[in-house]
């Protein structure tokens, strides 16, 4: 005699795709001004010292990445 196999879970409900009523919890409301300026200051820093040491892609990468946090202080 064999056991029938497990049937499966029911499937989850899926919840909207929207942002939640009160925004998202990161970003340029989330962080401080004062955490997206630190972290501008050393992605450039970074970026600098790689661009020195010749990594022209990973130092021009890191400074298109401080320009973007660069922009949640304006």
Same mark, same amino acid.
């Given at each position: 005699?064999?056991?029938?196999?497990?049937?499966?879970?029911?499937? =989850?409900? @899926? @919840?909207?795709? @929207?942002?939640?009523?009160? #925004?998202?919890?990161?970003?340029? /409301? /989330?962080?401080? =001004?004062?955490?997206?300026?630190?972290?501008?200051?050393?992605?450039?820093?970074? #970026?600098?010292?790689?661009?020195?040491? #010749?990594?022209? #892609?990973?130092?021009?990468?890191?400074?298109?990445?401080?320009?973007?946090?660069?922009?949640?202080?304006?």
């Amino acid at each position: 005699m064999t056991t029938p196999p497990p049937t499966p879970p029911p499937p =989850k409900p @899926r @919840r909207s795709a @929207r942002p939640p009523e009160s #925004g998202w919890e990161l970003g340029a /409301g /989330g962080l401080g =001004k004062v955490a997206w300026g630190v972290l501008t200051v050393l992605l450039v820093a970074l #970026g600098i010292l790689l661009l020195a040491s #010749g990594y022209l #892609g990973y130092g021009a990468m890191i400074l298109i990445l401080a320009a973007a946090a660069a922009v949640n202080l304006l």
